[in-house]
């Protein structure tokens, strides 16, 4: 990876973070969660919607044996707008600002002003959905009962109600209509278990590096190094130790976990000591 | 000097000395997520904003001097956990449905008074034309209601038929529970509550689809009342309609009226920026929506239940007028915080 790449990678992270200033003067730099994860949140929240009138259907055949069919049919009538209307809302509302879905994927709602985020911003939000997800689907379900239509309106409703849908992919802060007309955002909000401390355990039998040896690398490098340790992967992990052997020139002498552990140890301490020192060296390509 | 020796500072002994803080802190987090603020101590409670600015300052620290991506993922997604639990609930949850009913509904509803004079005219504008149009030609009312909607009720049906749809009576109350008009009451209920979300969701393409809409809903009503009155059951189906409609069209034009705010907000957002403009009408526009659905609720439950029970013509207008005057008395009449 070149230079210019890898400092395209990072503004392409770093176009995601946006500054959120505590008032406590720290900034909680909040990731915009990407679109994926929104689908798959909604995907798993109509899911469970399905899934629970479903059993209350089953529930009420169960208690009244024989039900009529148009029991049936009110219950998946009025559920299904109850449930998809208050859902959302309900959930939302909540202290984790997030519905099962969103859980799941480990991202939440916030105001965008940084403020508390208010109910009528939730249920601005959400009824706003209607519009989004179910406006295209109704088109394309006139669209196929009623052929009275010519079939290019139709498609013209489709495509005018899916630019609607896909409004968050058109915009940077991923924003869907319903987010732009509450002013919230969807963050990250993934809980992080905070791991043992690689470097902290008393290093016997250590390899020793030279300065000249542990120069080579930047923080990126050292981050990624981190991430492989604590991966545990055989593989993955005799690939960066022949990496870093060819690069400082060392013969293949030791098992690889203790060398790739050793070398990290002195690299991290290294480049901490530079940052008492107020030096930052992001990567490999940056001058010391 | 040798790579190995540690420096005067560790971010080892740093982890260390605050761990404990964090582990706490995390817990704490985690049972008011679950239970909310019941489940602590006051001991407790006390403490959380003291947790949180250690974390905070935890978090600082180790930016600056720490390079371990685990320490620091795991002090950010905290930190953020707690900005929102500490600075986001300041009201319980019981204070702010109170706070909704007392004020904050009627006011946002008293926001939108010059939305909703606009969209009554709409509304009535459609009733006009549609009724104009039937009453000199009967046959205009194909155009305007379709088959499935009118179940029947159409120009070339006997009087006899078209009062007995108007439920008086036993036998007739007794014919719809069999026909399956609860099926019919809850589709009539969903979708116009999805016909009055929609024209709400519409409003940001700058109001012009809400007041179509709202349009349409006039032309479909002022048809039928046509039909209703050229076979001299007018007075009737008023009260027919007047027992629930009074309610379920305030909330017609409510949602409409919030659909039109923020139309209005993104074509003309004034001194803010689009974007405030839009979400800040968006804001006062939920909290009527919310009043909306709670409206068509009751609306649902006159419909339903009322007029299966009440079949005297008289008694229906004084119903729908009541609850005319009840929703009108309920968002207009000044409260005291308006003058504070």
Do not use: C
């Not at chain 2, 180790?62 to 707690?82: P, Q, V, Y």
Request: hydrophobic residues 50%; proline residues 2%.
């Amino acid at each position: 990876m070149t230079a210019a790449q890898n400092a395209k990678l990072r503004t392409a992270q770093a176009k995601k973070i946006r500054e959120f200033v505590t008032p406590e003067g720290v900034d909680l730099q909040l990731r915009i969660a990407s679109s994926g994860l929104r689908l798959g949140a909604l995907i798993v929240d109509l899911t469970a919607i399905t899934v629970t009138l479903f059993i209350f259907n089953l529930l009420v055949d169960w208690i009244g044996h024989a039900t009529p069919r148009d029991v049936t049919f009110v219950i998946w009538m009025l559920g299904a707008f109850i449930l998809r209307t208050f859902w959302f809302i309900g959930f939302e509302l909540s202290s984790r600002a997030a519905t099962p879905g969103k859980r799941m994927m480990g991202i939440r709602v916030v105001a965008r002003d940084g403020g508390r985020l208010t109910a009528d911003a939730v249920v601005a939000r959400n009824l706003i959905r209607e519009l989004e997800l179910f406006l295209p689907l109704m088109m394309l379900g006139v669209g196929a009962a009623e052929d009275m239509v010519s079939g290019w309106t139709i498609l013209a409703g489709v495509i005018w109600s899916l630019t609607l849908s896909l409004f968050l992919l058109f915009n940077r802060d991923r924003m869907r209509m319903g987010d732009l007309i509450a002013g919230t955002w969807v963050v990250m909000a993934a809980r992080v278990k905070l791991d043992s401390d690689i470097a902290a355990a008393a290093e016997a039998g250590a390899i020793r590096f030279a300065d000249a040896e542990l120069a080579v690398y930047g923080i990126y490098e050292l981050q990624e190094l981190e991430r492989i340790l604590r991966g545990r992967d055989p593989r993955a992990m005799r690939e960066v130790a022949d990496t870093i052997r060819a690069k400082i020139g060392r013969p293949v002498a030791e098992e690889d976990d203790v060398f790739l552990l050793s070398y990290y140890r002195q690299l991290k301490a290294r480049l901490e000591r530079g940052l008492l020192f107020g030096k930052r060296r992001e990567d490999k390509y940056a001058s010391e | 000097m040798s790579a190995a020796e540690l420096p005067g500072f560790s971010t080892s002994r740093f982890r260390a000395e605050r761990e404990a803080d964090w582990i706490a802190f995390d817990l704490l987090l985690t049972r008011l997520e679950k239970k909310g603020a019941a489940a602590l101590t006051s001991d407790e409670l006390l403490q959380l904003p003291i947790l949180y600015r250690a974390t905070l300052s935890s978090l600082s620290i180790a930016r600056a001097t720490s390079l371990d991506k685990a320490l620091l993922d795991h002090l950010e997604a905290l930190s953020i956990r707690g900005y929102f639990l500490v600075y986001g609930v300041r009201e319980t949850r019981l204070s702010r449905i109170r706070r909704f009913f007392r004020y904050d509904w009627p006011a946002a509803v008293r926001a939108l008074w010059k939305e909703t004079l606009i969209i009554a005219l709409i509304i009535t504008l459609g009733v006009a034309t549609s009724y104009s149009l039937v009453a000199s030609n009967p046959e205009w009312y194909y155009n305007f209601v379709p088959e499935e909607m009118s179940g029947g009720r159409d120009p070339h049906a006997t009087v006899e038929f078209l009062r007995s749809t108007l439920g008086h009576g036993k036998e007739a109350a007794a014919d719809e529970q069999q026909s399956g008009l609860h099926v019919f009451a809850t589709y009539l209920f969903t979708h116009n509550s999805q016909v009055s979300i929609l024209s709400f969701a519409l409003g940001f393409a700058f109001g012009v689809p809400t007041m179509m809409l709202e349009y349409y809903q006039g032309i479909g009503l002022g048809a039928m009342l046509a039909l209703f009155a050229g076979k001299g059951l007018g007075v009737d189906f008023g009260g027919w309609l007047f027992i629930h409609g009074t309610t379920e069209l305030f909330a017609a034009a409510l949602s409409g009226a919030a659909g039109l705010r923020i139309g209005a907000a993104v074509v003309f957002p004034g001194a803010r920026g689009r974007l405030e403009a839009a979400s800040d009408a968006g804001r006062t526009a939920g909290k009527v929506m919310v009043g909306v659905i709670l409206m068509l609720l009751v609306a649902g439950v006159l419909e339903g239940f009322g007029r299966q029970l009440i079949t005297d013509t008289m008694l229906r207008y004084a119903i729908g007028t009541v609850m005319l005057l009840v929703w009108l008395a309920y968002y207009y009449i000044p409260r005291r915080e308006d003058v504070a």
